[in-house]
């Protein structure tokens, strides 16, 4: 028995091309054909007149929603952030862990090992680790502690009890053994990112020319431009090596700070991501982030000291957001909400709308809001 759908009238959006009006044609989870009035019967069809079709949102850097978190290692915690994440358009994640007791991190990395996506969830892609190699000058929310100088054979080992699914890593490459740290990881085909970090523009630079390939959420917990001493932000910035996450609340980052990395960077460099954690999408109160105490508001989540926790973004929002601050096109959305993200994991059938590729999809109104979300070819949210 085949799993077909046909969504009629669409307009196909990807990151370099969009196509009006066109029908696009799914078996088995795999696109099939996209062309005008392909003429089908006896399967679901979608009415896609006056909407648009992105591929389906990924986030690199999450790390929770809906009342749970990566760190609770748990496969019912796992099971329910995955299945409110497709409410967003989100069809693929890294589930992002933090900086906390070694024995934690290795428990929610064995949950994830162990993890089998349900049909109706949005799709594990892989783990990113973020601390607890990282520099105490820029901790954020991470708790102090627990940071420790980064050990190639303490994540091989993590590596293999998360089953290989660990694909990011935020690192501050400037901290004792850092700089080897990211040459051996990006050897490995890790995307190294750079983040909690006190690093120089010539530390950026040198941890470039190793291998590191992504910012850590722009501007935040990251050494901040000063015009003598660009630090982090100008090295992630000017370096076209580099793509960078940002995390587009307005809370975050001020609206002309997102228009400022946007034209410095350009779509091709930029990667929106939530940095969501268990409050999103649950009411607002006190939640625990790494046995630390976050009070939710609609001023963000914040520790008791003030220090931003994350945030409680959805990437709908986010992409919205984008729009509002820059005017950019729809093209230049869908590859800084999917294609970019997809390209730096190598994962050449995420994040674009062609024949062959994974049929991961987010139908959208004309003001950017979720109709219906499609992964592997079946409506799990609408």
């Not at 003429?39 to 929603?65: A, E, R, V």
């Not at 996450?245 to 609206?255: C, K, L, N, T, Y």
């Amino acid at each position: 028995m085949t799993n077909s759908i046909l969504i009629k009238n669409v307009q196909v959006v990807n990151a370099n091309y969009s196509i009006e009006k066109t029908d696009v044609y799914v078996v088995n989870g795999k696109i099939q054909s996209i062309e005008q009035n392909i003429d089908l019967t006896d399967l679901q069809i979608i009415d896609g007149s006056n909407q648009i079709l992105f591929p389906g949102f990924i986030d690199m850097h999450i790390h929770g929603s809906a009342g749970v978190d990566t760190m609770d290692g748990k496969q019912e915690s796992l099971h329910k952030m995955a299945k409110s994440l497709v409410k967003e358009g989100v069809t693929g994640f890294l589930a992002t862990t933090m900086t906390q007791k070694l024995e934690e991190i290795e428990h929610a990395l064995e949950a994830i090992g162990q993890f089998e996506n349900d049909a109706n969830e949005a799709e594990i892609l892989g783990v990113h680790i973020e601390g607890p190699f990282i520099s105490i000058k820029r901790v954020g929310a991470q708790p102090e502690e627990y940071i420790i100088p980064p050990n190639i054979e303490t994540f091989n080992h993590w590596q293999k009890l998360s089953g290989g699914m660990i694909k990011e890593i935020t690192v501050a490459p400037e901290v004792e053994g850092g700089f080897d740290f990211v040459k051996e990881l990006s050897k490995q085909g890790i995307v190294v990112s750079i983040g909690h970090s006190d690093a120089t523009l010539e530390e950026v630079e040198r941890a470039v020319s190793l291998g590191a390939k992504q910012g850590t959420h722009l501007y935040n917990q990251m050494r901040p431009f000063h015009h003598r001493d660009p630090g982090v932000v100008g090295g992630t910035l000017l370096n076209n090596q580099v793509k960078t996450e940002i995390i587009v609340d307005f809370i975050h980052s001020h609206p002309k700070s997102v228009e400022f990395a946007y034209r410095l960077k350009g779509a091709s460099h930029i990667i929106l991501i939530t940095d969501a954690m268990r409050a999103k999408g649950v009411p607002y109160g006190d939640y625990d982030l790494g046995g630390q105490m976050v009070h939710v508001t609609e001023t963000g989540a914040h520790l008791p000291n003030g220090a931003l926790a994350g945030s409680i973004l959805t990437m709908d929002r986010a992409i919205r957001n984008m729009k509002q601050a820059t005017n950019c096109s729809l093209e230049d959305l869908v590859a800084m909400s999917s294609y970019n993200a997809a390209q730096q994991m190598n994962l050449s059938n995420k994040g674009v709308i062609s024949v062959n590729a994974d049929a991961d999809f987010v139908l959208l109104s004309k003001d950017l809001v979720v109709q219906k979300t499609i992964k592997a070819g079946k409506v799990v949210y609408e």
